[in-house]
């Protein structure tokens, strides 16, 4: 059984670019999580999402970021206008159920503002 | 007031010692409790979860709650130099459309050393 992917693991933008980041659940998983972790910082929650409905965006910056998680496919992030602050690992989470709420996490993709 | 909160360390052990963590939490409506690793530059790794008062053992891992305290532990026995990471606590209120959401600590540093 497949682990969460998560893809690209490394990312590279410049100033004003888009980065798409992309993150496939494991089998079975119908929740998807999005954190962020800025250097010398801790984990922060940015979204939650069932197939086709956020839940909770509560943790994700008013403008410039988006996510989505559409019947078919890969759960999506989206940051619009990169700038250097956004810097940072992100990381997705899926879990079964939300009964328990034990989540397990992707690789991480990397993301680096020029 | 963080509402997850950890000494940052680093913690310091022997090989072969006890390594105990520790982590408060403010939110009285936290239900579930996690304990994670992460490798440097690696993603979250889930070691034990807990949701009732008491103790709950894993291999070498016991994780410890006291909801009166507001208060998580994790013990690992016969500390290995490859248990040396930064320890991750994180609680989930399971109140309305935040129980998806994962507040984590700053995380402890272990440092097991031969």
């Known amino acids: 059984n497949a682990g969460v992917m998560q893809n690209p693991r490394h990312l590279v933008r410049r100033r004003g670019q888009e980065a798409r980041l992309r993150c496939s659940p494991m089998k079975g998983h119908s929740h998807v999580y999005w954190y962020r972790q800025l250097p010398e910082e801790g984990l922060k929650f940015m979204v939650y999402?069932?197939?086709?409905?956020?839940?909770?965006e509560s943790g994700m910056p008013k403008e410039r970021f988006s996510a989505e998680f559409p019947k078919e496919g890969p759960s999506i992030l989206r940051i619009q206008q990169v700038v250097r602050g956004d810097s940072a690992a992100y990381f997705c989470?899926?879990?079964?159920?939300?009964?328990?709420?034990?989540?397990?996490f992707g690789p991480g993709t990397r993301l680096t503002v020029l | 007031q963080k509402e997850v909160e950890q000494n940052s360390g680093p913690l310091s052990v022997p090989e072969g010692a006890i390594a105990s963590l520790n982590c408060t939490y403010s939110?009285?409506?936290?239900?579930?409790f996690f304990w994670y690793r992460q490798y440097s530059g690696k993603s979250p790794e889930l070691i034990m979860s807990i949701y009732s008062n008491g103790d709950k053992e894993d291999g070498r891992f016991t994780a410890q709650l006291n909801k009166a305290s507001q208060y998580v532990s994790l013990l690992i026995r016969d500390s290995q130099p490859s248990d040396s990471a930064t320890y991750l606590c994180a609680a989930t209120n399971a109140g309305g459309t935040s129980y998806g959401k994962l507040t984590f600590g700053q995380g402890t540093i272990l440092t097991v050393h031969p």
């Open positions: 989470a899926s879990s079964p159920t939300t009964v328990d709420n034990e989540q397990f």
């Open positions: 999402l069932q197939k086709e409905n956020i839940i909770d």
């Open positions: 939110d009285r409506g936290s239900q579930s």
